[in-house]
């Protein structure tokens, strides 16, 4: 069998299956090519028959070219889904990669955002043009909902609710309602009501956050956006859409909202998964207790 076959195997997998967002998708066929490329040009075989000292030199060799904890740890992943899926559907009778072991880091606590640098950074866009009213709804809407970026502009029209103040959000196959508050609701409404109708290059665009083009926003485009004003808002560090997704839950818990209900509004599977902010929280709390208190 050859690479593209198996390549072609595993993507229905993920597609179909697993229903992985597109961003696992890319990256763990991203990681499977490359695992194809090494087998091609190291050993004699393909994907289909290599052994476990075929994977574990590859390994090895990331390793070797200073290739993050992060991104071998992610292509292990990539590599162990996909031969247990081969083991599996009896295309292949031993999982080679079993002894694949990703290497231990500490995993670094999310980045937040004070209270300052989110009012800084929503004061930004000034609602002066098309694109003033647009991404001063994108960015209300981000820190109002926590939801991804990928879900943000995936987004369409009807799965806005102003009247109720929610938002209905997709992912994987799974939606959840989320609420948001009023300032994010009047930057919405404004877009729809004042400027969305004049950016649409068709009346039956559906995305609700289009580019200049009349189109759906990417997610590249929306990443420029928040890095423009970023930069605008004079905030020195790195702030990525993400870290308004961790400013989000970290802010809520901050002011005593139920960790489960973050969860379903984060769309987590996994309480540990929330856990993370509650335990920064706690934290920071202590962080302020030692140096506040007299006798700390």
């Known amino acids: 069998m050859q ?35 090494y087998l091609q040009a190291e050993t004699v075989h393909g994907l289909i028959d290599a052994d476990e000292e075929d994977l574990g030199g590859y390994i090895e060799s990331l390793r070797e070219a200073g290739k993050s904890v992060a991104t071998v740890s992610r292509c292990i992943a990539s590599i162990k889904c ?79 609710n102003l009247e109720g ?8 196959g799974k939606q959840r309602y989320i609420p948001m508050y009023s300032a994010a609701v009047k930057a919405l409404d404004e877009y729809l009501t004042l400027v969305r109708p004049q950016m649409i290059a068709s009346e039956d665009e559906e995305a609700l956050f289009v580019n200049v083009s009349g189109e759906r926003m990417s997610r590249q485009g929306f990443w420029k956006i928040i890095k423009f004003y970023t930069r605008k808002a004079g905030i020195k560090r790195d702030i990525t859409p993400h870290t308004l997704r961790h400013s989000f839950a970290a802010h809520l818990l901050e002011n005593g909202a139920d960790i489960h209900a973050i969860q ?30 007299p006798r700390a």
């Open 3 to 37: 690479n593209s076959e198996v390549m072609e195997i595993f993507e229905r997998y993920l597609r179909n299956d697993k229903k992985a967002s597109e961003n696992t998708l890319n990256s763990y066929l991203r990681d499977i090519r490359q695992l194809g490329d």
């Open 264 to 293: 379903e509004m984060l769309g987590h599977a996994d309480i540990s998964s929330t856990q993370v902010y509650s335990n920064l929280v706690k934290q920071q709390l202590k962080e302020i207790y030692n140096k506040a208190h």
């Open 82 to 160: 996909m031969y247990t899926h081969l083991v599996i559907k009896q295309y292949i009778k031993h999982n080679p990669s079993l002894k694949l072991v990703p290497d231990k880091a500490t995993q670094k606590p999310p980045e937040i955002m004070t209270d300052e640098e989110i009012d800084a950074l929503l004061a930004q866009p000034q609602c002066i043009d098309a694109k003033g009213y647009r991404d001063k709804a994108m960015l209300e809407l981000l820190y109002a909902t926590g939801i991804r970026v990928t879900e943000l502009i995936d987004l369409n029209v009807n799965d806005i």
């Open 165 to 172: 103040a929610v938002v209905r959000c997709h992912s994987r």
